[in-house]
Nanobody
Framework: VQLQASGGGLVQTGDSLRLSCAAS????????MGWFRQPPGKEREFVAATIWSSNTYYADSVKGRFTISRDNAKKTVYLQMNSLKPEDTAVYYC???????????????????WGQGTLVTVSS
């Protein structure tokens, strides 16, 4: 199973960007896919997750600005990021889980597969 993230880049404050994560290999029965990010010099943190698009979860810091969605036929999950801020600067990682872990969906340990990361830089 491989996850390939793309779409990162250098943008200005207030701009939008859409990240994509394409999965290859088998289908994830749990349907759980998520996005995490790691700002420079900081720990990796949860951004958003989706379960077959029927349920979505967001970190408080991105609620109302970011939207996670997926195209199951294409095995691709997206992260639409609007109103970007300098504090959104980070390497963004997509991830997939073999099992749904309920209230632990925002924890790194709940995910079994990770993409290589794509850098998003927001200039002020």
């Amino acid at each position: 199973v491989q996850l390939q993230a793309s779409g990162g880049g250098l943008v200005q404050t207030g701009d939008s960007l859409r990240l994509s994560c394409a999965a290859s290999g088998r289908t994830f029965i749990s349907g759980v896919m998520g996005w995490f990010r790691q700002p420079p010099g900081k720990e990796r943190e949860f951004v958003a997750a989706t379960i077959w698009s029927s349920n979505t979860y967001y970190a408080d810091s991105v609620k109302g600005r970011f939207t996670i969605s997926r195209d199951n036929a294409k095995k691709t999950v997206y992260l639409q990021m609007n109103s970007l801020k300098p504090e959104d600067t980070a390497v963004y990682y997509c991830a997939a889980a073999d099992h749904y872990t309920g209230d632990k969906i925002a924890t790194i340990s709940s995910y079994d597969y990770w993409g290589q990361g794509t850098l998003v830089t927001v200039s002020s």
